[in-house]
């Protein structure tokens, strides 16, 4: 992460509060993310939490912006910087229409999603706790615009194995590879995965050895772990961390965690999501919902058992991806229906 630019990303977020809706923000400093930023609109005893991040995952000028007919191109446009925009209209145009929100309204703005949120995570569930719902204004789901009312748990682990070294012709038997213990291993993870239960634990980088002609002493794998229930957790999180060696005078140390619970579907969540449809169909649109496999910030709230709707952000395709895109016609109504939902609860 680059602090530098993703402050400068935040100080323009300020002015665009100040300019359309003359609100100053509670500014959280960190030294190694960007400065998190808290905007109050309103008064009253119960409030909604809107949440939106600021970060993204591309470095400078990986990414252009730059519009090819109905789509706008750039860094973050989809993945969220367009779903901040379209809160800040929703709430300019209730403030411009003489309209108000019988709620107050806390809009919280974190700069470290992408990479887990361990900075902001206790500040988005102090907020969360305080809240009658949460509004995430990320990203609807790609081809359709489902609103997401289900997400899965996250986790990342590190396995590294230790063994033995020596020549590969000389002295073979000497050595103990770390190589093939990680292989054994890996059979192991890759067997937890429960396609039944929502659970799919995937090695997606594997690092061992340094010379073709020694038998490697040392080996680690990174491990992605997805879950869509909570029970899951638990059960997946002692597997990893319980690995033992299969093999005599190898090591295998894990490390990492789970850093998002699954967001599951409630009742309270389906009406909100009812709620919505019901907007949307006033506006002239069908809404469908989604369960997915990414986490957001609303996993968090969610956990808590505060009524959480997410994906409320622009239509659009390419997360994470270089043809990461917005459908400029979807703004408007999008934006509507932000403002309406605000207005309804």
């Known amino acids: 992460m680059n602090k530098t630019l993703v402050d400068e990303c935040g100080t323009y977020l300020q002015q665009l509060f100040k300019k359309y809706l003359d609100v ?21 005893e119960k409030q909604i939490l809107i949440l939106g991040h600021f970060d993204t995952v591309w470095d400078k000028g990986q990414l252009q ?25 929703a709430l300019k145009a209730i403030r411009e229409l003489g309209l108000s929100v019988n709620k107050k309204i806390v809009f ?5 999603e992408e990479i887990g949120s361990k900075h902001s995570r206790e500040f988005i ?37 230790r063994g033995r070294a020596a020549h590969a012709g000389n002295h073979h038997a000497e050595g103990i590879s770390a190589v093939e213990e990680l292989a054994r291993q890996i059979i192991v993870l890759q067997g937890l995965t429960n396609y039944q239960k929502g659970t799919t634990v995937n090695v997606g980088i594997i ?35 319980g690995l033992k ?20 579907r409630t009742e ?17 649109f069908e809404l469908e919902e989604a369960s997915v496999g990414g986490g957001s910030d609303g996993n968090f709230t969610a956990a808590l058992g505060i009524p959480t709707l997410d994906g409320l952000g ?8 270089e043809h990461e895109h917005i459908l400029i016609d979807s703004l408007p109504k999008r934006t509507a229906l932000f403002a309406n939902l605000l207005l309804r609860l």
């Not at 706008?72 to 809160?87: N, T, V």
Request: charged residues 25%.
């Open 207 to 241: 690092n061992g050895g340094n010379r073709v002609n020694v038998v490697p002493d040392y080996a680690e794998a990174y491990i992605d772990v997805r879950v869509s229930l909570h029970e899951e957790v638990d059960r997946i999180s002692e597997c990893i961390l």
């Open 268 to 284: 309270k969540i389906e009406e909100l999501f009812l709620k919505a449809r019901s907007i949307a169909s006033e506006l002239g």
């Open 108 to 112: 919280f703005c974190n700069s470290d």
């Open 125 to 161: 569930e102090q907020e969360s706790r305080k809240s009658s719902y949460v509004l995430v204004a990320e990203p609807a789901e790609a081809h359709t615009g489902a609103l997401k009312t289900a997400r899965k748990g996250v986790g990342q682990f590190i396995v590294k194995v």
């Open 65 to 89: 912006y730059r519009v090819e007919g109905n789509k706008a191109y750039g860094p973050g446009i989809f993945d969220m910087k367009s779903g901040l925009i379209q809160a800040i209209w």
């Open 314 to 321: 622009a239509e659009g395709e390419g997360l994470h991806a």
């Open 24 to 44: 100053e923000p509670e500014v959280f400093t960190q030294t190694e993310v960007g400065n998190h930023l808290k905007f109050t609109i309103g008064q009253g």
């Open 245 to 264: 060696p299969t093999m005599k005078e190898t090591t295998v140390e894990v490390s990492g965690g789970m850093n998002r619970p699954p967001m599951v």
